[in-house]
């Protein structure tokens, strides 16, 4: 089941506590010398982990599609020659001239920061009424506003079974295309309201907007295509040797990621019905199995209790399975 990342508060304003920050960095394996890209700045709690850890020859290359989050990047970090910092979709790495000499290792924190959920006017929270925004790069791109203002029935519906599970997808569909014709939605709090009003309020603990704020997110920011692009992108940029940790936050980046490094490491799952498939050459090696947060994490920061980390190092040559 699809679950989202909750947004109860487990930090103060417009911070972010990084999740699983000893297990991923360790997962890295940094070298002195070695030239590391973190996909996700966010506020950077990974990055300055894998500094620390970097000698004056290392180099780390910071990315995030979030404005705000580059500002903070180029705030703390412009000053030191180690690092570089780039405003763009993990996605597009391949195409950082930084990148071209080969990486040691690719750090993913999926999913949105608190900083990001905890600022209303981005419009991720169904917690405070806000503009219907969502979208990571504020600089481009289509909002969750003009998403509902223009998409079918049948769109939204798709959108928030697919990426939220939402079993009353239909009905909130149904009802945001017949309510828009009179006022379009442009506000977090009219949306939730409308979706408490279809679907009610029937897990408790749970807000019923819950499952299509995800679903919308997910829709407006393409965030699984960009995963898997950018999965594919770190293969080809990391050198032999080199690893890729991530960490994700509901269960449809977790699948994504641990399919790409299951077909990547030459195994193949073949069905009892079809015939059998060859295994293509593998170019990765899982590093130990999926790892979650301790109870301690998640009793201090309640944010990382979805995460899960997978780790993965690039073969040397291709290795037939
Ligand atoms: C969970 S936060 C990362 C937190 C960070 N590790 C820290 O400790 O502060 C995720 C960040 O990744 C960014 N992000 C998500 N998807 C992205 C993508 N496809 N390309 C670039 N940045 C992305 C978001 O804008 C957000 O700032």
């Known amino acids: 089941m699809a679950q989202s990342r909750n947004q109860d508060s487990g930090v103060g304003p417009l911070q972010h506590v990084p999740v699983m920050l000893g297990e991923a960095v360790e997962g890295l394996s940094v070298q002195p010398g070695g030239r590391y890209l973190d996909g996700t700045f966010g506020r950077g709690g990974h990055a300055r982990e894998v500094l620390s850890r970097l000698g004056p020859d290392g180099c780390l290359l910071l990315m995030d599609r979030d404005p705000q989050a580059i500002a903070a990047a180029q705030a703390e970090f412009a000053g030191d020659p180690r690092v570089s910092i780039r405003h763009a979709n993990f996605s597009s790495m391949a195409e950082w001239d930084r990148v071209a000499a080969g990486l040691d290792g690719v750090l993913l924190d999926l999913g949105v920061s608190s900083p990001q959920l905890d600022e209303a006017a981005r419009g991720f929270s169904f917690m405070a009424d806000a503009p219907l925004d969502m979208r990571m790069d504020t600089s481009r791109g289509e909002s969750a506003a003009d ?15 697919n990426f939220g599970e939402e079993r009353h997808g239909r009905r909130i569909a149904r009802a945001i295309v017949a309510d828009r014709e009179a006022t379009p939605f442009t506000r977090t709090g009219q949306l939730a309201a409308l979706i408490e009003r279809v679907a009610g309020r029937r897990e408790p603990g749970k807000h019923p907007a819950t499952r299509s704020f995800q679903a919308l997110r997910i829709r407006v920011n393409g965030e699984l295509d960009a995963l898997r692009q950018g999965l594919d992108a770190a293969l080809d940029c990391l050198k032999p040797g080199g690893r890729l940790a991530v960490i994700s936050f509901h269960s449809l980046e977790d699948r994504t990621v641990k399919l790409f490094v299951r077909d990547q490491s030459g195994r193949v799952q073949n069905s009892r019905r079809g015939p059998p498939v060859a295994a293509a050459p593998a170019r990765l090696r899982a590093v130990g199995k999926a790892r979650f947060p301790s109870s301690a994490e998640v009793a201090a920061n309640p944010r990382s209790r ?3 980390l997978r780790v993965a190092e690039k073969l040397s040559g291709e290795v037939a399975a």
Do not use: D, H, P, R
Request: avoid cysteine; charged fraction near 15%.
């Open 306 to 308: 979805s995460a899960v």
């Open 147 to 161: 998403f509902l203002a223009q998409a079918s029935e049948q769109e939204i519906a798709e959108v928030l079974w």
